[in-house]
């Protein structure tokens, strides 16, 4: 199930105001984003970015700051960046979309791993997010109460 979309920019601000003003949108406060991933090759590296998503639903537009040399870089000559939906273990959905000849481009994927980025031939990017791991602010736009977890639903 779709639950977001991503846009990379380089102003969170402008983009916050831009897209608000456009689709009348309010926004939740701006994370400060620092987390440990991996690339395609399985390399380590530190993501920083800052972040925030529409209040708006059924379908949550993401945007946060680019960060160039990872997977979180737009490709070029556009701001959109991924589709994001929801599975419940990353390991498994590695292996079905190289089934489907999509490629893992970021993110660890351990069956307990948070989400992880893949592309296919079309130049697109999608992020398979594991619907067991809360997300604080976003419980809404879960798929229903994940196994393993207290009520996602509330606080968000």
């Not at 989400?115 to 296919?120: D, N």
Request: proline share 8%; net charge negative; aromatic share 10%.
């Amino acid at each position: 199930m779709i639950w977001h979309i991503a846009f990379a920019l380089d102003n969170l601000e402008e983009g916050m105001e831009r897209f608000g003003a456009a689709l009348n949108l309010d926004w939740l406060p701006v994370k400060h984003y620092v987390g440990e991933s991996v690339d395609q090759n399985g390399r380590p590296y530190t993501l920083k970015t800052r972040l925030t998503f529409a209040t708006a639903g059924p379908c949550a537009l993401e945007l946060f700051e680019r960060v160039p040399g990872t997977p979180n870089e737009p490709a070029k000559g556009t701001a959109f960046h991924h589709m994001g939906y929801w599975t419940e273990d990353l390991s498994k959905e590695r292996e079905r979309l190289a089934a489907c000849d999509w490629l893992h481009r970021g993110g660890p994927t351990e069956p307990d791993s948070r989400a992880a980025f893949f592309a296919s031939t079309l130049g697109i990017l999608i992020e398979g997010c594991n619907s067991t791991i809360e997300r604080p602010g976003l419980a809404k736009y879960y798929p229903g109460v994940a196994p393993g977890m207290k009520q996602p639903h509330q606080g968000g």
